[in-house]
């Protein structure tokens, strides 16, 4: 289907609500056009179409600059609605709540990191089970789970695994209070059990990478970052099994519940029950569970992680700085005040594969980031680079305070495999400087860095607009692929 965005500034572009008689705000995709046009391979764009339609969406339907086509939103897609006239749909979270990432600094340099490279890799490989299904070294009882759960990232930090200040650098905290394992089903409780601290496949990853450049010092200093060819960590993951059959659970229940309620909506995959419904509250106290199962998971990474470079340089994680710089979540739903149309409105924010960038001074920050406004991790692939950005007063004005979360596919995962070769990724990965280890071959083949977008286009598109602004971007070492 041929759209016709029309071009409101250089890298803003619009569908009016007259295109289409069902739809309530217009469509907004922010991009360069080359972006844009890679979005018209595949249906991002009537996907971000189709989201303007649902009831109580606020000021725009919104697709961020590495969108691409998802389940129900595209992936890179942003929805506030009304509080009480608005809806929740899972379509607008995935199947992947919670995936997230985190960023943690070290003291360490690269000149020091780069001999023990290999080494590093393979006990962190070690340490943190990796690929499709696999269970971790953690095995809890259903209730253990449920409290582990409610109580999110202080159960973790009680039982032994991370920092007391840790919590202190996430979103919510690490545990999003709404959380009730009431509502969560038997099936979702077993897949959750044995994979904690776990990798999964995918587009995850675990990457051990050097700050190639640093752009706003001051702000970067205020992250912990100090100096070019810092030792940085990155770890990519979400809430896996666990979360997975939350969302499959909870797209039934509302399929029921369009029926119910009589809500038209443009797609099946766009599901959704009024806020003030059961169906809504039993979903976001379920999704809220899962959120929370993905922050403990990234946190015992984490914890693995530090024991790795113990091991290797046999010196403690804190003599090294192995400090989180933050960590946050890409594909959740959200309470939050934002300002619509000079006044202070409730909703609720969908973001799917968009990252939350408060701009200084919300109350939701930390104490020692309200000055600079959120940090926002922005991440590439195994063979490219990842950026840490700050959130900024603009960006809550065009995007709910909301930015890019990575690169964004270019190319199928069936695609990929029939171009690329396992082997030649991992020359090629050499060439680099790079170290790979992955679960596998196939893994490989469906995540080489050519199946993404130019990770440092999508940054630039989110820098000039201002959804967020560049602070530093880093280079992969050496990564662990699911």
Known sequence: MDIPFKKVDDLIWEVPVEYNRHMRVPARVYADEALLNMMRMDDTLVQA???????????????LPDGHQGYGFPIGGVAAFDSEEGIITPGGVGYDINCGVRLM???LTYKEVKPKAQELIDRIFRLVPCGVGVGGRIRVSTSQLDRAVSEGVDWAIREGYGWDGDSEHMEEGGCMREANPDKVSNRAKNRGSSQLGTLGAGNHFLEIARVREVFDEGVAKTFGITEQDQIVCWIHTGSRGYGHQIATDYIRVMDRAVGKYGIRIPSRELGCAPLKSREAEDYYEAMSCAVNWAFLNRHVIMHHVRTAFEETFKRSADDMGMKLVYGMTHNTAKRETHVIDGKRR????????????????????????KSTGQPVLLVGTMGTASYLLVGTDKGEELSFASTAHGAGRVMSRTGARKRFQAQEIVQQLKRKGIVVKAASGRILEEESPDSYKDVHRVADVSHYLGLGRKVMVSVPVAVAKG
């Open 105 to 107: 600094r070290t003291d």
């Open 346 to 369: 409730d909703v609720m924010v969908h973001r799917k594969g968009a990252s939350r960038a408060f701009g200084p001074g919300r109350a939701d920050l930390p104490d020692d980031y």
């Open 49 to 63: 179409l189709n989201i303007t339609q649902l009831p109580g969406i606020q000021k725009y339907g919104i697709t």
